[in-house]
């Protein structure tokens, strides 16, 4: 089933891609959090998928594993979540809309929406750990919050990873970055 929630006027529905920005408040945490967004490139430093129904989403991030939250009264509030999330520290940025192209048969696109959160639950409930070498996102053995995403959507043969040089480094074209999801979906900023 598609489920379609908002999160601070933004519409979602399950398989749309959540983006933040680390960091936001002025406590030791939110501090740490800017510093490593800094080693991100782009804006977009994390990528959540959402899942539903309510405010159910799933990601690879602090807790060291695949997870499921729930977002809280329509708001992203990085320290309400903190009891589930971890010690994370971000801002909503804006929303990725991967099948917003148009070119998807609706039909098709509800069986896209419900098979990549099969896929993000999956992971959360094999507690599947986080994936520290990002150059290696071919595998489904652990996950990074952008190749959870990637590797959902790639299944149904939408390849996020565009190539695009985020950065500008030999070897680098397996990292899938956030803002590079960002860049190349339609998206809604915050």
């Not at 009891?83 to 991967?98: K, Q, S, T």
């Not at 520290?132 to 053995?141: A, R």
Request: proline share 4%; hydrophobic share 35%; net charge neutral.
């Amino acid at each position: 089933m598609v489920h379609t929630y908002e999160i601070e006027g933004l519409v979602v529905q399950t398989g749309d891609l959540i983006c933040t920005t680390d960091g936001g408040s002025d406590d030791i945490t939110g501090q740490f959090w800017r510093f490593i967004g800094k080693l991100i490139p782009g804006d977009v430093d994390h990528i959540v998928i959402y899942a539903g129904p309510g405010g159910r989403c799933v990601e690879a991030g602090a807790k060291g594993k695949v997870i499921t939250f729930d977002i809280i009264d329509h708001r992203w509030d990085a320290k309400r979540m903190r009891d589930r999330r971890g010690p994370f520290a971000d801002v909503l940025y804006g929303v990725a809309y991967p099948l917003a192209s148009g070119d998807i048969d609706p039909a098709r696109a509800v069986e896209i929406r419900e098979d990549v959160a099969a896929y993000c639950l999956r992971q959360a409930e094999l507690r599947k750990p986080y994936n520290l070498n990002f150059f290696k996102s071919s595998t489904e053995d652990a996950f990074y919050c952008s190749q959870l995403a990637y590797k959902a959507y790639l299944r149904k043969g939408i390849d996020l990873n565009t190539g695009a040089k985020v950065l500008n480094i030999p070897g680098t074209k397996s990292i899938i970055l956030p803002q590079e999801i960002w860049d190349s979906c339609k998206h809604q900023k915050a």
